[in-house]
């Protein structure tokens, strides 16, 4: 089977990956996320995941994954945070709120590249401005976009969930394993390799 490279620096998607049993190399990519002018969000994300796997694309006979998260509300992209007082209004915006968290997938392999797009609706519930305080000077939003993260402390602020809750902490999973199929790499096949070396 093809080799997988995971064209990712992002500790939370090479987790997703593993949890499902794929075998990558990860391979980071340095590219420009400046949004065009009016460029939907929608399109953003999706252009940006396309052009990560792109641009980790080396050999012929790999599998490249780009991903790409954004957090969304009222049509705006609230990115990482720039500092504290950013990652404090972003949650401010976010507290009482139900925004989406749109992330795209693409695979690139053999000359093309398969994409997929997947949103989700976050709700959060009302947060007072000592607990923002606090889960700021945690550190734990300064890398996410949006500035939290649903798998870790930020957690508690979400009421309720409407979509793929792997797609919101950075890789959808279910789209993933459908785009590797259609890669000719179905994830299934590598459980049940590792079952028969395990046997043997």
Same mark, same amino acid.
């Given at each position: 089977? &093809? ?5 990712s620096a992002?500790? #939370? #998607?090479?987790?997703?990956?593993t &949890?499902?049993?794929?075998p990558?190399?990860?391979r980071? %990519? ?5 949004? $065009? ?6 399109v953003?994300?999706? @252009?940006? *995941?396309?052009?990560?796997? %792109?641009?980790? *694309?080396? !050999?012929?006979? /790999? +599998?490249? +994954?780009?991903?790409?998260?954004s957090v969304? $509300?009222? =049509? !705006? ?8 007082a !950013? *990652?404090e209004a972003?949650l401010g915006?976010?507290?009482?709120c139900?925004? &989406?968290?749109m992330?795209?997938?693409? $695979? ?5 590249? $398969?994409? @997929?797009?997947v949103i989700? /609706?976050?709700?959060?519930? !009302?947060?007072c401005?000592?607990e +923002?305080r ?9 890398d996410?976009? =949006?500035?939290y993260?649903i798998?870790?402390l930020g957690?508690i602020f979400v009421?309720?969930?409407?979509g793929?809750?792997?797609a %919101?902490? =950075?890789l ?5 394993a459908?785009?590797?199929? &259609?890669?000719g790499?179905?994830?299934w096949?590598?459980?049940q390799?590792?079952?028969e070396?395990?046997?043997e």
């Amino acid at each position: 089977m &093809q080799s997988i490279i995971l064209a990712s620096a992002s500790p #939370r #998607r090479a987790e997703l990956l593993t &949890q499902i049993g794929v075998p990558f190399h990860p391979r980071p %990519v340095d590219i420009d996320e400046t949004p $065009l002018g009016n460029e939907p969000p929608s399109v953003y994300v999706e @252009r940006l *995941a396309r052009e990560k796997a %792109v641009a980790g *694309a080396a !050999d012929p006979g /790999e +599998i490249v +994954i780009g991903s790409d998260t954004s957090v969304v $509300l009222g =049509g !705006d992209i609230l990115g990482k945070p720039m500092n504290v007082a !950013d *990652a404090e209004a972003m949650l401010g915006r976010l507290s009482g709120c139900t925004h &989406q968290v749109m992330t795209a997938i693409a $695979l690139a392999t053999g000359g093309q590249c $398969l994409t @997929r797009l997947v949103i989700t /609706e976050v709700t959060f519930r !009302d947060l007072c401005p000592e607990e +923002i305080r606090a889960y700021v000077a945690s550190g734990e939003p300064m890398d996410k976009a =949006g500035s939290y993260g649903i798998q870790g402390l930020g957690g508690i602020f979400v009421k309720e969930i409407r979509g793929s809750y792997s797609a %919101v902490v =950075g890789l959808p999973l279910q789209e993933t394993a459908t785009l590797l199929a &259609q890669a000719g790499y179905p994830v299934w096949k590598v459980w049940q390799r590792s079952l028969e070396s395990h046997n043997e």
